[in-house]
């Protein structure tokens, strides 16, 4: 067994042998759902694949605090002066049609990932058919590849999507 010495020391004590080296937690990344929020957004224009319902979820939710924050923002500057809640609702329209092709980009691979085709995001055009369109998205990912691909899987250590074959 090798031990490792520490520099320019060497009559003090030994360090015990080191495992598989692991990456060290960095303390300045981000949170898991902003990573994948991230993710969605480099990715607006790939129709094609799988999305799970982890990434799907996490893109939501981050969708919806962004917004939560935007109002909250907005509602302050408006107490203030006048004027400000309009503000804040340019601004919101302004994310919002910012994220419109990326949301629809990650609900149409969510779809594909519960093997059903992209086409069925158009029920969110009716009323009261969001609700078939939510179940849809609250299905588990089929474990199995389908004609869309393989199934998606989230490596925590190098905070990716990658794709089990």
């Not at 490792?4 to 004590?13: A, Q, V």
């Not at 055009?125 to 004609?147: G, Q």
Request: charge should be neutral.
């Amino acid at each position: 067994m090798e031990y490792n010495m520490p520099p320019n020391e060497g009559d003090k004590e030994r360090v015990a042998p080191q495992g598989p080296r692991m990456l060290p937690p960095d303390w300045r990344s981000a949170p898991p759902f902003w990573d994948n929020f991230v993710g969605v957004l480099k990715r607006y224009t790939e129709f094609k694949g799988r999305a799970s319902r982890k990434e799907y979820w996490l893109f939501q939710l981050m969708y919806f605090i962004i917004m939560w924050a935007v109002s909250f923002v907005g509602e302050m500057i408006g107490g203030e002066m006048m004027g400000g809640e309009m503000m804040g609702e340019t601004v919101r329209l302004i994310i919002g049609l910012a994220i419109l092709l990326p949301s629809i980009g990650v609900l149409v691979r969510r779809l594909h990932d519960t093997d059903r085709s992209g086409w069925w995001a158009l029920l969110g055009l009716i009323p009261l058919a969001n609700i078939v369109l939510l179940i849809f998205t609250v299905l588990p990912t089929k474990p199995y590849d389908n004609t869309y691909g393989p199934v998606p899987t989230y490596d925590e250590m190098t905070k990716e999507h990658r794709y089990r074959y």
